[in-house]
């Protein structure tokens, strides 16, 4: 039953142009969540990012990661007996996989966790001998999985369907939420010296899909972050010449080529400039700050 369904997901790329560890990697996720709502993480815990974003909402773009975030602060929060269930999961259909959790930084909120499993394995578990016999017997197929255990507060989250490899639901950030999140990490990620065209190419899935942004979670992002003050406003006007002013110090060339392992069409990035972003960001919709009563999320 494990390799029809792993099979049936297969087909879903039959005419895709994407890479075949692309394929196993979304396979791998989904497979993975499915584990980690089963025991029960969802519970605790919701999904974000950009590969929610693809997974929940069909974002045309592939990404690496699995996103979580707490619902509450908690500095004693275990991640180790989740991953162990979502392994055994991943186990029951075929996917004898590592997993193994990253040492804590005393200077990060976020625990670190990878998955990884042999490539020939996995073509072996899905049924696809033929192909296991052309690859390097050394590569791998690698998941990071992340979770904040100190989030924001002023979210709101919401459950999705999730209809691979079988049907269930994940917990995660109201869209307009996941918006501001998205626009934080833009306007002030840290990447080594580098740009993620990532963080710039949902911005503008978010922008086109007439997704407002919410302004009171990206001012609850900002404040917790330092880079707003507690008893300072946030409005569209401010959020618009903190993005103008962060396009005009971007390496647009560096952030295209971040760009062309996750779309099927790097073509579609041509129009990549400060210009295009520039007029992009001011059709930005945001939404009517909220009136909250509690710390967290607002259900």
Known sequence: MSQLNIAKMLEHYQNSKIQEQTKIRE?????????????????????????ALRILYGLDRFSEDLD?????????????????????????FGFEMDVAVKKKNIDTSVQSA????????????????????????????????????DPPPHYRVQNQLVLNPVSFYVLTLHQSDLFA?????????????RVKGRDWYDIIWYITN?????????????????????????????VLTLLHE??????WASAKADMYAFIPDPERLNIWSKEYFHALVDKLSTEPQRVHDNGFQDR
Request: hydrophobic share 35%.
């Open 27 to 51: 396979i791998l996720q989904q497979t993975a969540l499915l584990g980690l709502e089963r025991h029960g993480l969802f519970e605790k815990a919701a999904f974000y990012g950009g590969t």
């Open 68 to 92: 979580f975030t707490l619902l509450r602060p908690d500095p004693e929060f275990d991640f180790t007996p989740f991953l162990e269930g979502m392994k055994k999961e991943l186990a029951s």
């Open 114 to 149: 990878f998955l990884k499993m042999n490539t020939i394995q996995l073509y072996i578990a899905i049924g696809d001998e033929q192909k296991s016999k052309k690859i390097n017997h050394n590569e791998k197929v690698q998941i990071k999985l992340e979770i904040d255990t």
């Open 181 to 193: 999140g998205k626009t934080h990490a833009a306007l002030y990620r840290a990447w080594k010296g």
């Open 210 to 238: 007439k997704i407002p942004l919410s302004l009171t979670y990206l001012a609850s992002c900002m404040r917790q972050a330092g880079n707003l003050k507690h008893d300072e406003p946030l409005d569209r006007s401010h």
């Open 246 to 251: 962060r396009i005009d110090t971007i390496d």
